[in-house]
Structures are given as structure tokens and as C-alpha cells.
């Protein structure tokens, strides 16, 4: 990921809302896969350094949801996108 490409984090237990660039944001709704990887990988993050089991991760740009990352009540961890 390039450097730059979040620009803010913000929590508010056991919400945490991620802030990306335009090119971040068009990148991971046009490559899903890819983009689903990068949320599953900050999801990790965030458990180790939360120590939280349970959290959604909301991915935006410019206050527009791009992706949302969340732990299903099974500790499953599941990734949607915006349309």
C-alpha cells in the first residue's frame, strides 16, 4: 500500500472508522479480492492491538463507506462492500 493511502483513524470501542485516499478507496471497490485482503489484514491489527474480539471496521473516503470489515457473533470475520 503506498504510503499516505490512510489518511485518519477513528475509534469509538468497538467502532473503528478508516480513512483512505480516493485512489485507495477506487482501487479496493474495482479489485475486491485485494481490497477484502487489506481489511482482513487491518482487522488483525486491530485485534492484536485492541485486544477486542468483537469490532466493525468501516473503510471510508470522503465520508462515503467503501468497505466494512466485523466479527460475526461465531468469531467469524467478514468483509461487505458499498455498491
Known sequence: MPAGAV???SVYDPLVWVNVTEAIAREMLADR???ERLVLIWM???RKTSSQSHFKIFVEWEGVN???GYVTWLGED???FSR
Open 44 to 46: 488483525r491489527l486491530w
Open 7 to 9: 489518511t485518519s483513524v
Open 78 to 80: 467478514r468483509v461487505e
Open 66 to 68: 467503501t468497505a466494512k
Open 33 to 35: 479480492l485485494n481490497g
